[in-house]
Each structure stands twice: as C-alpha cells, then as structure tokens.
C-alpha cells in the first residue's frame, strides 16, 4: 500500500523552481494531519523521519540529482549535494509551519561547513 506524499506524483512542468515553491508543493500536498504531526514533532524529529521517505521522492522526483532548475536554486547559493538542498527545505518548511524564520543564509552556511570538514581532515 503506497501512501503519502508518495503516493502523489507532480507533472514535470509544475516542479518547483526554488525554495518558496517547493514549500508552497509541501503545503499543499501535506494532509491537516500531517502538518499538525510535523508541528508536534521536533524539528530534527522531522528532518530524520522525512529523508528516506519524501526526501528520496523529492530528490528524484524534484530532479535534485539530475541538474533541476531547484537544484541550480540551490547550486546558486553555493549547495550542490541533493541531500542538503531536500534538508534545507524540510528545515525551512518545518519554521514554516511554525511561523518561524527560514534562516536560510545560517542554513546554507551550516551545510556548506558540513561539506567542507571531511575534505579539510584529507
């Protein structure tokens, strides 16, 4: 039984071409009661349990592996992995529905640090 956000496909012409869209897809793919479990879940909680499930949806169906105008998005602002590009957007749709700030230039900054320490070590 498929069920989720899985179970839901996008037309390729309606994939989402930076950040606010690809929130603006979650929002409205995302049953009430599923944003209101992501509201009570912690927002690592969340990151954790999405990534094998929406987040290897979305990083094949966005095309966050095959050069997508989301994924130059991101290559823009200096991203390049397809795991960080989806975790930066389950962080900043989790502030979303909290109302919160994306803290998008402190999100960026992190993955990039994240990526940069195992080359420094070599």
Not at 53 to 59: E, K, N, Q
Request: proline fraction near 3%.
């Amino acid at each position: 039984m498929v069920t989720g956000i899985i179970a839901k496909t996008t037309p390729k012409k309606q994939y989402p071409k930076n950040l606010y869209e690809a929130i603006t897809h979650l929002d409205k793919r995302y049953s009430k009661s599923y944003k209101q479990d992501i509201y009570n879940m912690t927002e690592n909680e969340y990151i954790t349990k999405s990534h094998f499930s929406t987040g290897l949806w979305m990083r094949y169906k966005w095309g966050l592996t095959q050069g997508s105008k989301l994924s130059k998005y991101f290559n823009d602002l200096g991203i390049y992995h397809p795991y960080d590009m989806s975790s930066i957007i389950f962080h900043c749709y989790y502030r979303h529905i909290h109302f919160q700030d994306y803290e998008l230039s402190t999100l960026v900054k992190y993955y990039q640090d994240r990526r940069k320490k195992p080359q420094e070590s070599m």
